[in-house]
């Protein structure tokens, strides 16, 4: 394998593009910038499938939570929240606000359990770990560099009380985090943090790029991971071990595609998954909010969902002189639904499977969890009469939709379309329910997202029991 990170004789890699894809929509959505782009849906008519059926409770918010963000060409997403199940069965769900990252306690059954812990000074809910004491959130804070962007890094609350922060980017590093797309998990001894990487400095000056790192429970950087992986990173999914790296999966633009990561930094021999169109954003909307499920099965198997346009053809750019760079003519002009797996977190098994074929239609918003012993739940939102341009759709959206499959990707019975929208991280209790937080609204993908997001003071708490 080739080192994680390169030499510093190493060709730099290309600049990110931000030209189609907004930066900030407004001071209420500063802290979900460039959360994702599009996901997929399925075309199945919608039919009954009598055990898909989600509860509902609604807590009050104690401050406005703007639930929309811009994804390139400012296509619309769901601003992305963490919902986290502790040791002990309890909750805490992560979402943004003005004033900082706002941690909600939650019971079991999924009703508010006290106050808000505000995270002052942060920006971003890049992931949530729950623990019986407290939680541990990935997020971005204020830094001194040479971009004025913000710095990567992992907080840790126990009883109330920060017990300690501590920043994952920085000057000694030559990297910074205008945004992180990140995810947190943690094992029962460490924390694994990958996000994306702003090159402040070195060789990687200017750059993007991601960065998996290690820390222990009491806040310090431990050895392992990669300083730059993926570049640039379209997506990133990342799952905890017991032992040993944890397993990890990018977009990557340049190299066009869905890759294994895990403990190489993704290289340019990284296992593939899925070759996509990623240049430029095109593959942005690929997972949900630009972050990924990893489901593992009692075997060892994973498995993802993301949204795809497929690879009518992917052959090396003759005109990339670093010979590193690929083109992928995309195989439908709107996203489908495609489920990945992997044998063992280091390589992919067979090629994906998928499980739409609309063409007319745009499937956003991909999602895929773990469904009683032996099932998968695959969730997605379809558009219909879809206008698609630079890799991005807007349509008449038409309905969460829900699928079961099993572990080959066979159907399990009907699509059903329910009311429940999923909008970040889904946590699974001890005994298989799932459950997470979405903003009460009517979704539209009609038009772009060229004004500030809409924001609420409610959030409902699904849960959905095999």
């Known amino acids: 394998m080739t080192p994680a990170t390169p030499s510093p004789s190493a060709p730099p890699r290309h600049r990110r593009r931000r030209l189609a ?187 993007f790029g991601d960065k998996l790192a290690y820390v222990g429970s009491t806040g310090k950087k431990l050895s392992g991971g990669w300083g730059w992986g993926c570049s640039h990173n379209e997506g990133i999914a990342l799952r905890a071990e017991t032992s040993g790296n944890f397993t990890s999966l990018c977009f990557d633009d340049w190299r066009s595609g869905l890759f294994v990561s895990t403990g190489i930094g993704a290289p340019d021999n990284a296992p593939v998954v899925q070759r996509e169109q990623c240049w430029a954003g095109y593959c942005g909307g690929t997972f949900a909010g630009r972050t990924g499920d990893l489901v593992k099965s009692s075997s060892g198997r994973y498995a993802t969902a993301f949204a795809s346009r497929g690879a009518a053809s992917a052959k090396k750019n003759p005109d990339d002189a670093s010979g590193r760079g690929w083109t992928v003519k995309p195989r439908t002009s709107t996203h489908q639904v495609a489920l990945a797996f992997l044998k063992n977190r280091n390589t992919p098994s067979g090629k994906p499977v998928y499980l739409t074929s609309a063409k007319g239609t745009e499937h956003v918003n991909v999602r895929v969890a773990p469904y009683g012993k032996d099932r998968l739940l695959v969730s997605y939102e379809t558009l219909k009469n879809a206008k698609c341009a630079s890799g991005t759709c807007t349509g008449t959206f038409t309905g969460t939709h829900f699928r079961l499959v099993d572990w080959n990707g066979k159907l399990q019975g009907a699509d059903k379309v329910v009311r429940a929208r999923i909008s970040g991280d889904i946590a699974v209790l001890k005994d298989g329910t799932l459950t997470w937080a979405y903003a009460p609204v009517t979704p539209s993908y009609t038009t772009a997202l060229t004004g500030a997001s809409p924001t609420t003071k409610t959030l409902r708490i699904a849960r959905l029991t095999p």
């Open 21 to 207: 894809r907004k930066p900030v929509i407004g001071s209420l959505v500063a802290a979900s910038v460039l959360a994702g782009a599009w996901y997929a849906t399925a075309g199945a008519a919608p039919s009954a499938a009598g055990d898909l059926t989600v509860t509902n409770t609604t807590v009050s918010l104690s401050a406005k939570f703007p639930y929309l963000s811009a994804g390139y060409n400012n296509s619309r997403e769901w601003t992305r929240t963490a919902t986290a199940v502790a040791p002990n069965g309890t909750l805490r769900v992560a979402w943004p606000a003005s004033d900082g990252i706002h941690v909600t306690p939650l019971t079991a059954a999924g009703k508010r359990s006290g106050a808000d812990t505000v995270v002052k000074g942060t920006k971003e809910v890049g992931g949530l770990v729950a623990h019986n004491d407290g939680f541990a959130l990935l997020t971005r804070v204020a830094d001194t560099n040479k971009w004025k962007e913000t710095a990567a890094a992992l907080v840790r609350y126990k009883n109330g009380k920060q017990a300690w922060r501590t920043k994952l980017t920085g000057a000694s590093s030559d990297d910074t985090a205008p945004l992180l797309d990140g995810q947190l998990a943690w094992n029962g001894k460490k924390y694994g943090a990958y996000f994306v990487v702003h090159g402040a400095g070195g060789f990687a000056d200017g750059h």
